[in-house]
């Protein structure tokens, strides 16, 4: 399988070059385009539960889409619903990957995504308290809201980060859950509240823009309801 990414930076499209009988892994209502001969599937990965848990708590959909590509080969481009980048991580059975809600794509059929706790810090932070987890061996393409920044931090090296522009990191990093500030007034006057410290080794991806921005935007703007 080939994983291409398209219309990068700003309007990004993942295309899945498949080879014959080849299959992908998607998020509900992700597909864009396909060859003709390309077939989807959707179902409950891993059992109700498993999908249930994945929904409910993780904050995606219920079912997993499957395409497969027909005798011949094929391909099929997945789109994300909110501007920006998508990218390409590789997961190995040493190298899981942790990942926020709303930011999976779609994935090889090697990789499990499932879900797991991310403690108290992760809840009162507005990311839902679970994190998806990405295992086993294959690539997985996640998408940003606005551009994507990579770090790779060394033992024991810190970034701090806004809640709700975290978008991924590797298991071997630490998650903190602080007040942006010396003080809580001081950390409300400024805006960010808490904030998140993570700490190395490992990657950590995180995105431009806040997804709740954009919300709290179309919100304040919409024309007052009449009766």
């Known amino acids: 399988m080939d994983i291409q990414l398209r219309h990068n930076p700003s309007f990004s499209v993942a295309r899945a070059i498949l080879g014959p009988g080849e299959s992908i892994r998607a998020e509900s209502g ?4 396909m060859a ?20 409910v708590l993780g904050g995606e959909s219920l079912f997993i889409t499957t395409a497969t590509a027909g005798p ?10 909110l501007p ?3 990218t390409v ?9 942790l990942i926020q809600k709303g930011s999976f794509l779609c994935a090889e059929q090697g990789v499990e995504i499932d879900t797991q706790w991310g403690g108290m810090r992760n809840l009162i932070g507005g990311e839902g308290g679970f994190l998806l987890r ?17 770090f790779e931090l060394g033992e024991g090296q810190q970034v701090v980060i806004d809640t709700n522009h975290m978008v991924a990191f ?4 630490t998650m903190e859950l602080k007040k942006a500030s010396d003080s809580m007034w001081k950390s409300v006057k400024s805006g960010e509240g808490l904030v998140f410290v993570f700490t190395g080794p490992g990657e950590l991806m995180m995105q431009s823009r806040n997804p ?10 919409m024309p007052a309801s009449r009766n």
């Open 30 to 33: 992700a597909m864009m385009a």
């Open 36 to 55: 003709a001969d390309t077939s989807l599937d959707a179902k409950i990965e891993g059992g109700l539960m498993k999908g249930l848990k994945r929904s």
């Open 72 to 81: 011949a080969g094929g391909w099929i481009d997945f789109a994300p619903s």
């Open 84 to 86: 920006g980048d998508v």
């Open 89 to 97: 991580a590789t997961i190995t059975p040493e190298r899981p990957l």
């Open 134 to 150: 990405a295992s086993g061996s294959g690539e997985v393409v996640l998408s940003t809201y606005g551009a994507l920044d990579r």
């Open 170 to 173: 590797a298991e071997t990093v």
């Open 212 to 221: 709740d921005e954009i919300v709290q935007y179309v919100l304040r703007n």
